[in-house]
């Protein structure tokens, strides 16, 4: 048997929406198992020699998880892995190795662990509830815990509505590093803020995108992790001061910008790597048969 997940990059937070908003981009991991090869795994392309190809690899450690979770065990199988998010960048990496390990096991195994089962375990792998629940189901969401479990809910940001994402080809922040730069309490006055920030966004992702200026405004997180990239930090103020809807990707030190209308985001210069992927609509998935290039 050949499959392949592809798992599409995740900018999480999303301005003021702080370990809760995500959103699905167009710009692929594809990771395929053939059971029918020696065991094995391979990496091309981002990581490659860098990221482990044992049993330590986060893909791997995934589909371990699921296979201890559903009691059954995997079949023997090479996997390899077309790596096209950047590593430590704040586009959602190790939340695409989680959820493609997650969903390759579970199809082996005949989706025996439920999709809630699946969220669970996969925040627990990765630690950031936002990103794997964009990676799971595409578009823009919003994940959270209630009732005892967690949630994933979907917004669907419209067409007008284009990303670009601005990676600074001299900086990387580790996610550990970016968490503790975090003020350990916050004031009562940023609380507010950000919470009528965030209100404003789901607003701004759905019907009215000219909000998304003010909408993506924070006062938790992006300040300080700023400030572990100050190429990032730099640029993230000249976009602001020009009207351009911006925002720190994830942990840092990509930003993520919008284009609405007819007003682009003007190029950066030199030592700036520019995507305009489109928003991913479809979240994760498994193909048979082996990779289909889009």
């Known amino acids: 048997m050949r499959l392949t997940a592809r798992v599409p990059a995740t900018v999480a937070n ?11 981009l167009a710009l692929h991991n594809e990771i395929t198992l053939d059971t029918d090869a020696d065991p094995s795994i391979t990496i091309e392309g981002e990581g490659e020699g860098e990221l482990p190809t044992d049993e330590s690899n986060l893909v791997i450690r995934a589909m371990r998880t699921l296979e201890a979770a559903a009691g059954m065990p995997l079949p ?4 390899s892995c077309t790596n096209r998010i950047p590593l430590e960048r704040g586009l959602g990496s190790s939340a695409g190795a989680v959820v493609g390990g997650l969903l390759l096991a579970n199809h082996l195994l005949d989706s025996w662990v439920r999709w809630d089962e699946l969220l669970r375990l996969a925040v ?11 990676a799971l189901r595409g578009n823009a969401t919003i994940t959270y815990y209630a009732q005892d479990r967690w949630w994933v809910h979907l917004l669907h940001p419209p067409d007008e509505l284009r990303p670009v994402v601005l990676i600074p080809r001299g900086e990387r922040v580790n996610t550990e590093e970016a968490r503790r730069a975090l003020p350990p309490h916050v004031d009562r006055s940023d609380a507010i803020f950000n919470a009528s920030r965030a209100a404003l966004l789901s607003l701004a992702l759905t ?3 000219v909000l998304l200026v003010t909408a993506l405004e924070d ?24 009207g351009i809807p911006v925002c720190v ?46």
């Open 249 to 294: 990707a994830g942990s840092a030190p990509t930003l993520l910008a919008f284009e609405v209308g007819d007003r682009p985001v003007p190029d950066p210069g030199d030592g700036w790597r520019i995507l305009r992927p489109e928003i991913d609509r479809e979240g994760a998935n498994v193909l048979e048969a082996g990779p289909v290039g889009r």
């Open 124 to 134: 627990e792998l990765e630690g950031h509830a936002d990103n794997v629940g964009a």
């Open 14 to 24: 999303l301005g003021p929406g702080f370990d809760s908003f995500g959103l699905a």
């Open 219 to 242: 006062r938790l997180h992006q300040e300080a992790r700023l400030g572990l990239a100050p190429a990032a930090r730099e640029l993230f103020s000249r976009l602001r001061d020009s």
């Open 207 to 209: 019907s009215d995108p």
């Open 76 to 79: 023997p199988f090479a996997a």
